[in-house]
Nanobody, 121 residues
Framework: QVQLVESGGGLVQPGGSLRLSCAASGSIYSINTMGWYRQALGKQRELVATITGNGSPNYADSVKGRFTISRDNAKNTVYLQMNSLKPEDTAVYYC???????????????WGQGTQVTVSS
């Protein structure tokens, strides 16, 4: 009922920037928290950043000062602006959205398909 489509990943040199987008669609009544997670090859998934329904962000220590999470509620979209990228940022990035559905008002949690970010020279 809810689909997330991610875009914006790619190959970038250290110190460069990328902007990830994640758009939610479906029978969505409202969205609460939106966030980004990443999983590097051979490592566990980790939280990168989240943003609450009222726009309050939080970040992993490793990305503070470099990444910025934002959202456009009218478009059901969350963004991740990544600056000063480092090789250790290389990972598959997944967006996550939770909220309420129309009809019965059920809660939902959805994940994007993942987008590869590679930082290398």
């Amino acid at each position: 009922q809810v689909q997330l489509v991610e875009s914006g990943g790619g190959l970038v040199q250290p110190g460069g920037s990328l902007r990830l987008s994640c758009a939610a669609s479906g029978s969505i009544y409202s969205i609460n928290t939106m966030g980004w997670y990443r999983q590097a090859l051979g490592k566990q998934r980790e939280l990168v950043a989240t943003i609450t329904g009222n726009g309050s962000p939080n970040y992993a220590d490793s990305v503070k000062g470099r990444f910025t999470i934002s959202r456009d509620n009218a478009k059901n979209t969350v963004y991740l602006q990544m600056n000063s990228l480092k090789p250790e940022d290389t990972a598959v990035y997944y967006c996550n959205v939770d909220g309420l559905l129309y009809g019965l008002g059920s809660t939902f949690t959805s994940w994007g398909q993942g987008t590869q970010v590679t930082v290398s020279s």
